[in-house]
């Protein structure tokens, strides 16, 4: 009966990520696509790691999501969650770099319009 209730109570909690399966893996199928054609140029090869490893952990959250849904297993929602944990810590990490390099460029941008309008 205990087991029961636990498993009706993990289900009504993954509930509003089962609905939102279907989205997390399109965004994860979306990143996977979007890291192929990032590696097909020279640089891109670089980084396109990224965004391959990240919609391969949104894949496995939206497996997990949707066992758990069915069996009302613990650790594999502890896995899910743990998985979704770590594509929002990457996300994180890769906007405050998309965010530095931007403040650099601009700063680097108007070093160089400085400079252009002194020679004049």
């Known amino acids: ?9 993990l289900r009504g909690i993954i509930e509003p990520l089962y609905r939102a399966k279907f989205w997390i893996q399109l965004n994860g199928i979306m990143l996977i696509l979007a890291g192929i054609l990032i590696a097909i ?11 391959i ?12 999501i949707d066992k758990v849904y069915h069996s009302g297993d613990e650790r594999e929602m502890r896995f899910a969650l743990s998985k979704i944990k770590t594509y929002f810590t990457i996300f994180g ?3 405050l770099l998309q965010l530095l390099f931007m403040v650099i460029m601009m700063f680097w941008g108007g070093m160089g319009f400085s400079a252009m309008m002194s020679s004049y």
């Open 93 to 95: 990490v890769m906007i």
């Open 1 to 9: 009966m205990e087991s029961q209730q636990l498993n009706e109570s």
């Open 41 to 51: 140029s020279i640089v891109g090869i670089l980084i396109a790691w990224l965004p």
């Open 53 to 64: 490893w990240v919609g391969v952990v949104l894949m496995q959250a939206a497996k997990s």
